[in-house]
């Protein structure tokens, strides 16, 4: 699975110019249907060929926008290390491509922006998690949504802790506990390993995972989903004292995650989890409608850009499967809308969501009959 983190949507949502390419498509990771990725990924290849056409490109630069991407069909490694969804994003000289464990409908489209409408689930943290699996022998980080999970690599995050110590520490606090032990009990609270003779006290513990929280959060420092805690329960609390993430969930998995799964582990976190998203969403619609009239909502988009723009949007819902197209200016705020999408302008539902991300507001993006009262956009207001 590719980082698809809220700074790479800000890179994304930084290529403006005119015929910009957005593909997703659902892939599979194993079986025979695995074999047939590529060539649906070739099909919807051509149909963007077929819009940067219409929309006023010459046949030889549709192809080059589109080059790198076509390069993925040949290349085999690629495809056997999919995810749920592949999304590719091409623009002038521009490539972009996200396996991620997310179910996509297949959808092209050609704007002046990218459209990145259906990343959010994956993103806002509706259904979207993180699981550290703490052990002394091996350090784990798995990112989840509610159907599926992937193990992530994160460079600086330590291995096992006798690697994170160094052998030379770990013989020094076996000699102090020996000797502590000598004179009658004296001595630091000792937890014990998996082998022979490895036990480690809690100020090593505590260092080992203070090195882990700082890789963790490095990587997560533009996150707000849940992260999980996987380990035996006593790391729990001690993990807890030194982690700087806020977005701790309050229950863990207990036990060794050694020879968990990937799949176990999901299987036993999202109980924990899922209750967080379930009230996080209804909290926000009865906010909603405890505050429509008041001046605090909004469901016109002509309302919703400009004061997105402001940042006074909160909590913005957003609809998956509608589009409006159109263009609104930030300087002049000047907004227009169009009928259909022709290349030169973009789904204003989108630039909505994207512009609320990124300034912090919280979006929940779900199908338009989830919304309130069926509206396609609805937000409420900081002030």
């Known amino acids: 699975m590719d980082s698809l983190t809220a700074s790479e949507v800000k890179r994304l949502s930084k290529v403006a110019g005119l015929e910009s ?3 997703f498509l659902p892939t599979h990771r194993t079986g025979t249907e695995m074999q047939q990725d590529p060539i649906r990924l070739r099909n919807l290849l051509r149909e963007a060929e077929r819009q940067l056409v219409e929309a006023g490109s010459r046949a030889p630069a549709a192809k080059a926008i589109l080059e790198p991407a076509y390069s993925l069909l040949a290349d085999g490694l690629f495809w056997q290390h999919q995810s749920d969804g592949l999304a590719v994003f091409a623009a002038g000289d521009q490539f972009y491509r996200y396996r991620v464990p997310l179910r996509f409908d297949e959808l092209v489209i050609v704007a002046k922006r990218f459209q990145l409408k259906p990343l959010f689930p994956f993103l806002t943290g509706d259904g ?15 990112e989840a949504t509610r159907h599926s999970i992937d193990e992530i690599e994160i460079e600086q995050l330590p291995t096992n802790l006798r690697e994170t110590l160094g052998q030379d520490e770990q013989e020094r606090q076996l000699q102090f506990h020996t000797r502590s032990g000598e004179r009658g009990g004296e001595r630091a609270a000792m937890f014990h390993g998996h082998g022979p003779g490895q036990e480690y006290t809690k100020e090593q513990l505590e260092k080992f995972f203070r090195q882990i929280d700082v890789a963790v959060c490095d990587y997560l420092r533009d996150e707000r989903a849940p992260l999980v805690l996987a380990g035996v329960d006593y790391y729990f609390s001690i993990y807890r004292s030194v ?13 060794s995650p050694d020879r968990s799964r990937p799949e176990e582990l999901h299987a036993r976190a ?10 996080a969403r209804e909290t926000a619609l009865a906010r909603f409608r405890q505050l429509a009239g008041t001046g605090r909502t909004a469901t016109n988009v002509a309302e919703i850009l400009p004061s997105v723009s402001q940042g006074r949007v909160e909590v913005l819902f957003v609809a998956t499967d509608r589009r409006q197209w159109g263009t609104f200016d930030d300087q002049s705020q000047e907004l227009l809308l169009h009928e259909t999408s022709h290349g030169r302008n973009e789904d204003l539902l989108d630039r909505a969501a994207v512009d609320a991300y990124l300034t912090g507001g919280v979006v929940y993006a779900m199908k338009s009959g989830e919304l309130p ?9 900081r002030y």
């Open 243 to 255: 982690s700087r993430y806020v977005q701790l969930a309050p229950e863990g998995v207990a036990g």
């Open 128 to 142: 979207h998690f993180f699981i550290l699996a703490l052990s002394q022998n091996e350090v784990r980080m798995l």
């Open 270 to 279: 999202w109980p924990l989890v899922e209750p967080m998203f379930r009230q």
């Open 21 to 23: 390419v957005s593909i």
């Open 373 to 381: 009262d069926g509206v396609p956009l609805a937000a409420v207001y």
